[in-house]
């Protein structure tokens, strides 16, 4: 067994859409193992490469990257139309060399799930809705816990499909009809396509578990490519304005069958100013030409469901709480072009609350809501920034920005996002 571990877990540090699938598809080309552990297909990671532009949803980001084992771990819930159609996109496009295993014990999104958030969002009623991505999330992460999900294993035996699903729908019926006011589903609109997806499937699975520890006792280098963000986590999160998975660094294990122990890094991705889709808390969002201009300028869009994202400045607060759940040993910046001729740039750096200040990120979500941001202006620049390929290139201000959050946050920052391509990041040193 090698002693020499190289295992590195980016996760999302804010409310997710970081630019955390270009960081990936940048460090990728040293990366023997890409493997996503926790969500669906509510993420949209978007990878810009040679200007071409690709958005994954439910795959590992480094499917660019031919002949690289990727690996869908058995903390995800999987929507199998959606895995079929993005597999099925790279093929036709010839990428088809990059090895996929998916493990049996990674949860099944089902139709029923996708209706369900639905129905559940729409009973929400204004003001209390989430804003779910309406992939079925939730829903499917409910089953897991509740017991009475349909993992990818059991795709695979047409017999044990039958069997599980018989009393799975039978109790969903129950809710369509008797809750929803909605007509039952017939059990073989749903049984007939799920055996199909587990034919399908089937040459993908493998125990991942396994596959995985035998990938870091060898040496390869692993990236645990988090989806979503810290602050969207269902513990840590601002609840109940959350997704459903551990979407910070502890999910990586639970996620996967890893070890804490075997972790060499922590890549916390942070955007350069704070963006936020779906409804919930946001203490630094900005509802004027600041907010305007940032969205504008960062194309700030959902990639899954394009939405328009709430944007406003830093958070120090946030990112501190952000830091520390993570166990974060390095920064990926991401967008700091985008803060090119914003004039000034806010950072907020406590909060106020009846005349109280607060220099940490508030435990209640409640007072989330009541709090008003404290800021700093920084000097901002006007250079264009996109062509830098150095720090010491960077506008004086923009280095001192960088060395600002290093400073506030107590952590490095390895790496500097310039704009949208691949090669338009300044590495300094990851
Ligand atoms: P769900 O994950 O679809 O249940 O949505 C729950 C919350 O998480 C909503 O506010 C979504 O907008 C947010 N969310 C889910 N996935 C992402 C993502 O990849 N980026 C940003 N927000 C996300």
Known sequence: MSSKKNVDLLVGAQWGDEGKGKVVDMLGSDVDVFVRFQ?????????????????????????????????LGNGLVIDPEQFLNETGELFAK????????????AHVVMPY????????????????????TGRGIGPCYVDKYSRSGLRVEDLLDADVLRERLTYILDEKNQI????YNQKPLP??????????????????????????RKAVDDGQHILLEGAQAALLDIDHGTYPYVTSSSTSAAGAFTGTGLAPNDLTRVIAVVKAYTT???????????????????????????????RPRRCGWLDVPALKYSMELNGA??????????????????????????????????NDTRSLSEIQPVYETLPGWDDDITNCKTFEELPANAQAYVKYIEKVLNVPVGLIGVGADRNQTINRGM
Not at 176 to 179: D, I, R
Not at 192 to 209: F, I, M, N, Q, S
Request: charged share 25%; proline share 5%.
């Open 39 to 71: 969500g669906g297909a509510n993420a949209g990671h978007t990878v810009i490469s040679d200007g071409q532009k690709v958005v994954f949803h439910l795959l590992p980001s480094g499917m660019l990257y031919p002949g690289k084992l990727c690996v």
């Open 94 to 105: 010839g990428q088809d060399r990059a090895r996929l295993a998916v493990s049996p014990h």
């Open 113 to 132: 799930h996708k209706m369900l958030d639905k129905l559940q969002e729409e009973a929400r009623g204004k003001g209390r809705k989430i804003g779910t």
């Open 176 to 179: 369509f009809t008797k809750l």
């Open 187 to 212: 059990f073989d609109e749903i049984y007939e396509p799920a055996r199909k997806w587990g034919e399908a499937l089937a040459p993908y699975v493998d125990d991942t578990r396994a596959l995985l």
């Open 276 to 306: 936020r889709v779906g409804e919930g808390p946001f203490p630094t969002e900005d509802f004027g030409e600041d907010g305007e201009k940032l969205r504008a300028n960062g194309g700030e869009f959902g990639a899954t469901t394009g």
């Open 329 to 362: 040993t390095v920064i990926a910046l991401t967008k700091l072009d985008v803060l090119t001729g914003m004039g000034g740039i806010k950072v907020c750096v406590a909060y106020e609350r009846d005349g109280e200040k607060l220099t940490t990120w508030p």
